[in-house]
């Protein structure tokens, strides 16, 4: 499957922003899907994940309550909307699959990448 995520930008803190990664290529509902992020200078750190039906989702717990994971199997398509955004969610977002049901936090588990879309949040 070929991920390509979209949607980042320049906004400022408490501000929503929306990110999407379509997926081509293969049975979508094949794949458990998540988003993980990653700020200058850190490694790689999992944001949320939901299982191939979407109706079991993991989240961080720096943005519990704030962001939703959320995917439409009819568009092929995986959604993060984020609010209450803050500076320390800068980061490049990356959206993931896995040829397995369940969701993962684990970015190990994941095979398929998508390409990244920077968010940036200023105070």
């Known amino acids: 499957v070929q991920l390509q995520a979209s949607g980042g930008g320049l906004v400022q803190a408490g501000d929503s922003l929306r990110l999407s990664c379509a997926a081509s290529?293969?049975?979508?509902?094949?794949?458990?899907m998540g988003w993980f992020r990653q700020a200058p200078g850190k490694e790689r750190e999992f944001v949320a994940a939901l299982r191939w039906s979407g109706g079991t989702t993991n989240y961080a717990e720096s943005v519990k309550g704030r962001f939703i994971i959320s995917r439409d199997n009819t568009k092929n398509t995986m959604y993060l909307q984020m609010n209450s955004l803050k500076p320390e969610d800068t980061a490049v977002y990356y959206c993931?699959?896995?040829?397995?049901?369940?969701?993962?936090?684990?970015?190990?588990?994941?095979?398929?990448w998508g390409q990244g879309t920077l968010v940036t949040v200023s105070s």
């Open positions: 290529g293969d049975t979508f509902t094949n794949y458990g």
């Open positions: 993931a699959g896995r040829k397995a049901p369940y969701a993962s936090s684990w970015s190990s588990e994941y095979t398929y």
